[in-house]
């Protein structure tokens, strides 16, 4: 077992313990979450704060509100990113005065994997009533995918570069292999695959074999070099269009016919935007950590 993984292993054990003895909440407190979403990808914090929408829905939390003004996505120091992409609705309206601060990397490791166990639907449902994407997002994807009802297409996510840390790596012939078994079985000549990936070579090699029937992205920031893009501020675009790009991607995925993806919180949301897509699997979480 790598030992960076076997860390986070440990940690996250803690943390279970320590929530177990020392809840971080009670039923009807109000909180709100602010700062450090640390180095956590975009999905992952989407996680964290679908899963504490749902204790509201509940009535695990009187209320709850979200003022991420760190993290990987803020253009500049200060700002609430998440308003770059989201609006909240339907949430019990709080008062600082009277809220609990809590710092998200503090909340009960649950809310982070509520989602991962609550099925597609609860969380479509979960969406539709308390989150709101920016309009002109969901037109950017629908421009991408306004021609999937006519031409057969095959969503294909794979995420690379330090995936490893959580999930055993899956080869690129893995998923080429899936997609000819699919095609094969659907007894389909016309169709074309929709790549979404933070690694370019992944890319180059779907290109390779597929030719023009890829299609992708294009100005999408990949990395070239194994190392993570979001992190470290590795590309000069603004931070917040590293997360419109993730995004687009996961939306642009669950307009699809069949969704082929390896272990990831992007495409796992692409089931929560559309819990009718049909799924192929390639490469699960180590451990418990099921999708």
Request: hydrophobic share 35%; charged share 30%.
């Amino acid at each position: 077992m790598n030992i960076s993984h076997y860390k986070r292993l440990l940690i996250k054990k803690f943390k279970a313990l320590k929530i177990l003895f020392f809840p971080l909440y009670k039923k009807d407190d109000v909180i709100r979450l602010e700062k450090s979403t640390g180095g956590k990808g975009f999905f992952a914090v989407m996680n964290g704060i679908l899963g504490a929408i749902h204790e509201v829905d509940k009535g695990n939390l009187g209320g709850i509100a979200f003022e991420f003004t760190d993290g990987l996505y803020a253009d500049k120091k200060g700002d609430n990113w998440l308003n770059y992409y989201f609006k909240f609705k339907n949430l019990p309206q709080i008062h600082h005065s009277k809220s609990k601060v809590k710092v998200f990397d503090d909340i009960p490791v649950g809310f982070h994997h509520l989602t991962r166990k609550t099925d597609r639907e609860e969380n479509f449902r979960i969406l539709q009533k308390y989150i709101e994407i920016d309009l002109e997002i969901l037109k950017e994807a629908d421009v991408v995918s306004r021609n999937f009802k006519n031409t057969y297409t095959i969503g294909i996510h794979y995420r690379g570069t330090d995936k490893f840390t959580e999930a055993k790596p899956a080869t690129y012939e893995q998923v080429l292999e899936h997609v000819l078994k699919e095609t094969k079985k659907a007894g389909r000549q016309d169709f074309q695959l929709f790549i979404a990936t933070d690694e370019h070579p992944f890319l180059d090699f779907m290109r390779r074999e597929f030719g023009d029937r890829v299609i992708y992205l294009e100005n999408t920031e990949r990395s070239y070099d194994n190392m993570p893009v979001h992190h470290k501020q590795r590309t000069k675009k603004k931070p917040s269009l590293l997360g419109r790009e993730a995004l687009i991607d996961a939306l642009v995925l669950s307009n699809t016919q069949l969704l082929i993806r390896t272990s990831s919180n992007l495409s796992l949301w692409s089931t929560y935007f559309n819990p009718d897509l049909k799924v192929v699997l390639v490469n699960n979480r180590f451990g418990s950590s099921t999708e």
